[in-house]
Structure formats: C-alpha cells, structure tokens
C-alpha cells in the first residue's frame, strides 16, 4: 500500500521558518520525481516545487524562489520543504505528492500575526 | 501554461452523465509523445485524488464510468453514471512544463 505523510505544519508569524516532513512507503522512492503542492483556503492546488529522482534537478514556482528549499533522502525515503521568510499568502495545507500521482493528507501552515 | 475550465459548477441528477471542459493556453504534446494532462477530483475534506493521467490513463482503482479525453489545447473529463460519491471538486493539471492547475470545477448532485 502507497503511504505518503507529511508533518511539520504549524501557526508561525510573518518572516518566521518552518521545515516541512514528507514520509513515502509502498513504492521505490529513489525512482520518483516528488513535489510539493499547496492549497490556499478556498483556492485550488497550487504546485510549488519538485525535485528529481537523484536529487540532482529542483525546479520552483516563481512566487517561492529564494525562500522554499526542496531536498530529500532517498535512505530514508523522505523528502522536506524548507521555507523561509513566511509571508500571510503562504497560508495553506501543503501537500507531498509522488510523481504527482500518489498524494498524501496534507500539513498545515498558518501565518499570521 | 494557463488551465481553463468549464463549467465552474455543475449540478447532476444521479445516473445521468457529466462533461468538464478543459483548455490549455499551449498545447500539451511534449517531445517525449506523451500529452501531460491529468484530472483529479478532491472530495470533501479529503486532499486530490488522481483519476486520470496523460489525458484518457485511469489510474489504479479509478471506476471505468470515469474517461478523458482529448487532444493538443482541448480535454474533457466525462463522468457516465454520477454517483453520489462523485462529489467534489475536479482539477485538470498539466506537467509538460512547471505545473499548472484549472480553477476547479465544483460538481453537486441534485
């Protein structure tokens, strides 16, 4: 069985950090582009970043350049979003997805004053 | 790549069918053959499930009512027998470049 979790999610005021947690099992991790995706309250998915296979290509969506960080470790089968300088439109429930297919429940992220 | 879906919402009685439109300001044919297109419902409360991918593939477990469509700029998701448990609100995504998502179309049954 596919199992993908996130963790890491919290309420963090504006310019703060936060690191998110991605955890895969049911599927040969190392082979798989994975991505993270938000979704604002309300708003549909938004694709934010990903990263391949080896680790080696990341590709991010413009309005997070410079603040996300994508990385993973294949032993651990995991992949993290570091993210800095939170702003209140990063408020959403980030999501971690394998290839885009396989996706998991999601980890929320609230910033706020 | 900008995704644009019609109808934003839909109402449907159960047993009839139901047809989403979705159009592509690129064509979505990449150099490796494949037109990266895919359709997700997310029901409820629940985070988006894969139904479709390069645009007429059903995924693993996906009912046989559900097919796609379609070709270039243009796809439709078409929906044969709504059930009850087909409520929700369905995305097309492209992938040939940085992804992008439709605004969701919003179905209800009546």
């Known amino acids: 069985e596919v199992l993908v979790v996130e963790s890491g999610g919290d309420f963090v005021q504006p310019g703060g950090s936060l690191r998110l947690s991605c955890a895969a099992s049911?599927?040969?991790?190392?082979?798989?582009?994975m991505s993270w995706v938000r979704q604002a309250p309300g708003k549909g998915p938004e694709w934010v970043a990903n990263?391949?296979?080896?680790?080696?290509?990341?590709f991010y969506v413009d309005s997070v350049k410079g603040r996300f960080s994508i990385s993973r470790d294949n032993a651990k089968n995991s992949v993290y979003l570091r993210i800095n300088s939170l702003r209140t439109e990063d408020t959403a429930v980030y999501y971690c997805?394998?290839?885009?297919?396989?996706w998991g429940q999601g980890t929320l992220v609230t910033v706020s004053s | 790549i900008v995704m644009t879906q019609t109808p934003l919402s839909l109402s449907v009685t159960p047993g009839q069918s139901a047809s989403i439109s979705c159009k592509s300001s690129q064509s979505l044919l990449h150099s490796d053959g494949k037109t990266h297109l895919c359709w997700y419902l997310q029901k409820p409360g629940q985070s988006p499930q894969l139904l479709i991918y390069e645009v007429s593939n059903r995924f693993s477990g996906v009912p046989d009512r559900f097919s796609g469509s379609g070709s270039g700029t243009d796809f439709t998701l078409k929906i044969s027998r709504v059930e009850a448990e087909d409520v929700g609100v369905y995305y097309c995504m492209q992938n040939k470049e940085l992804p992008t998502c439709g605004q969701g179309t919003k179905v209800e049954i009546q």
């Open positions: 990263i391949s296979p080896d680790g080696s290509a990341k």
């Open positions: 049911g599927f040969i991790f190392s082979t798989y582009w």
């Open positions: 997805a394998a290839s885009l297919h396989y």
